[in-house]
């Protein structure tokens, strides 16, 4: 099994920053893809950026102000979080794409959160 733990979530004023970190640990054997994902209050969660292999994906509303990197001897991957604005409020969750073993099949984790929160 993985298990995923993010860190790095806090209270901000627009316009500042923030970088969530997230660590894998536990049985892995490979990780294909790794990202972040956010919920606000009566929101469907929603994709914010990921990274498999490569390639780079992100939210439009994000774009040109967040950045997802990944150390991959690491199993973490990094959000920095720029020009944060309220509309960033949101519980961020971290999301793998993972083998625990060499003969399993690839499952889909996640973290249990951590709060983001940008006042006005």
């Known amino acids: 099994q993985v298990q995923l733990v993010e860190s790095g979530g806090g209270l901000v004023q627009a316009g500042g920053s923030l970088r969530l970190s997230c660590s894998a640990s536990g049985s892995i054997f490979s990780i294909n893809a790794m990202g972040w994902y956010r919920q606000a209050p009566g929101k469907q969660r929603e994709l914010v950026a990921t990274?498999?292999?490569?390639?780079?994906n992100y939210a439009d509303s994000v774009k040109g102000r967040f950045t997802i990197s990944r150390d991959s001897a690491k199993n973490a991957v990094y959000l920095q979080m720029n020009s944060l604005k309220p509309e960033d409020t949101a519980v961020y969750y971290c999301?793998?794409?993972?083998?625990?073993?060499?003969?399993?099949?690839?499952?889909?984790?996640w973290g249990q959160g951590t709060q983001v929160t940008v006042s006005s």
């Open positions: 999301n793998a794409d993972a083998l625990a073993r060499r003969w399993d099949s690839l499952r889909t984790y």
């Open positions: 990274m498999r292999g490569g390639w780079i």
